[in-house]
């Protein structure tokens, strides 16, 4: 026994990386680098972007995966699927197994509140979750693809680190976001909930050459939750948001009341 | 005071249908039809099948939408886009406000436990209820597009009939499924939570014509949750299943723990 727990110890854990943006962004470079400082790691990301996919699927289309060589040392594939699609298969074609620990990230743009709904990047790790795999997502409040991700990185190797080495409650996974700010301006780690947030839309018309009418998606991000224990209030104030997260969607409070309307 | 509250009362409540099957399916055929008996309906819905999109929403891409003229005497709409799409649209473009229900569906396949996850139905309703409105998803356990509607369209009446008149708790929807027996034999409505089940992939690996490999997702459904308050128990027993849903996906049991990791 003593011997096993001696070995597990010292064996390097297995990290799956993902991420929405598609395998080439810097966002996934960078969450590659600090993940190869903690273990061994495996990347299947897909071959394009991939936001706000949510937690899609492939079910009508075949998949492709092909094995890329552009991380340094590091075994990588591109999917032509969706980021659930690559955890999948990930796990089910390359892994055959569970890795220690699933990362995705990190994504060029906000992912704290509702927007973890629509996030391509919160739904890999969601997925990996699902499967019993230790899982965080990460994102960065800075869309720049040249944004200097210093802080991030950081804190990136902090929190897997305390993940790596503590776990996490059963059926939940994080959700991290950085703050907009100088990397020496992080004020460090706060633990909290979902903001209670959400878009509001504007739908951009336009007309088409042929005079057909079209429409481009645009919003307005609109946060009215006062509370100062929440990711948005983390992140405005500099702190790096972490948020558990979890896939029972249910609404246990509200069950009793429900359950006198057919009665 | 008393004329604005008698005008409200007999005004006939304004209904939005959509789904993820797409607009000629069948089970949006039933749900309109039944909405029709409870108030003014609008439908707008995909263009075509959109299953397993989770919480997709169209960013990269400009959205369409076509005046349909599909459903008896009923203003209908195909969109290009998801269902989460078709709500954002039907809501901004179309109503300019807010409906007093949306339903989603009826879904040709099951959506309780973890497949509401995936479910573009779903996410549909869910997009709803994060802009306030009241929102029910219903899905149906038989895939068969000649199924008989006939238990599910008179519990659809039930439900939404039930939830137009008390309303639902402040940002929760319902996830509704039929279990797939003869009508006669369903034993009523169970309010019950989502069932920690799970799907366990196997990708069925194939050659195209030039010698690369494709896969295709499959999977087989394992409910190991022994609870007899489920969905998955409900349905399993003959049950309509309706289980009240939240989009704070915050784990809170989980922040005390967590808050220690990096103290």
Not at 88 to 101: A, F, M, R, W
């Amino acid at each position: 026994m003593a011997t096993a727990k001696k070995k597990s110890a010292s064996r390097k854990p297995l990290i799956l990386v993902t991420n929405d943006d598609g395998i080439t962004s810097p966002g996934i470079r960078a969450l590659v680098e600090v993940m190869k400082e903690l273990g061994k790691v495996i990347v299947v990301a897909p071959d394009s972007p991939q936001s706000g996919m949510g937690h899609a699927i492939t079910i009508d289309d075949p998949l492709r995966l092909e094995s890329v060589d552009i991380f340094e040392n590091v075994e990588a594939y591109q999917c032509s699927g969706t980021p659930v699609d690559c955890v999948k298969l990930g796990v089910d074609k390359i892994i055959k197994g569970k890795p220690d620990l699933c990362v995705s990230g990190i994504n060029h743009g906000s992912n704290s509140s509702i927007n973890i709904i629509y996030s391509g990047t919160m739904s890999a790790a969601m997925e990996a979750a699902i499967e019993g795999i230790t899982a965080v997502g990460f994102s960065f409040l800075n869309y720049a693809h040249d944004a200097d991700l210093t802080g991030p990185k950081k804190y990136v190797k902090e929190i897997a680190h305390g993940v790596l080495k503590n776990g996490l409650p059963t059926n939940t996974l994080l959700n991290v976001n950085f703050p907009d700010v100088h990397h020496k301006n992080i004020k460090g780690i706060r633990v909290c909930r979902q903001a209670t947030a959400k878009w509001e839309e504007e739908f951009n018309e336009r007309m088409d050459p042929r005079g057909r009418k079209y429409y481009w998606l645009t919003g307005k991000f609109v946060n009215r939750d006062p509370g100062d224990d929440t990711d948005e209030w983390a992140l405005k104030h500099g702190f790096v948001s972490v948020v558990p997260i979890q896939f029972d969607l249910t609404a246990h409070h509200a069950i009793p009341r429900i359950n006198n309307y057919w009665k």
